[in-house]
């Protein structure tokens, strides 16, 4: 299993930006998918975005053309660049690590959008 540590959180002003930045050890790291999420209070957690082995990318239409994801696979390290943020972004963002039957996740970065 692949360990999972995310970065990056924060306070913002809408129409702001931030990089979230997950730090991944403990395994092969190139070989798993990697995914967003994010769970604001109240709320059940919702996929983000998708980022696969090949470079890939995948986004939940409410983030779409705001949001960008990545991975350094020499740094074992995937990436969620946000930009024009705004107060319906606030929430807890988890960095989601998956391959085959195993997944794993991180604890959790608060990013939270003032209007």
């Known amino acids: 299993q692949v360990q999972l540590v995310e970065s990056g959180g924060g306070l913002v002003q809408a129409g702001g930006s931030l990089r979230l930045s997950c730090a991944a050890s403990?395994?092969?790291?190139?070989?798993?998918?990697m995914r967003w999420y994010r769970q604001a209070p109240g709320k059940q957690r919702e996929w983000v975005a998708a980022i696969d082995i090949l470079g890939g990318t995948n986004y939940a239409d409410s983030v779409k053309g705001r949001f960008t994801i990545s991975r350094d696979n020499a740094k074992n390290t995937v990436s969620l660049e946000m930009n024009s943020l705004k107060p319906e972004d606030t929430a807890v963002y988890y960095c989601?690590?998956?391959?085959?039957?195993?997944?794993?996740w991180g604890q959790g970065t608060q990013v939270t959008v003032s209007s």
């Open positions: 989601n690590a998956a391959r085959g039957s195993s997944t794993s």
């Open positions: 403990g395994s092969i790291f190139r070989s798993y998918l």
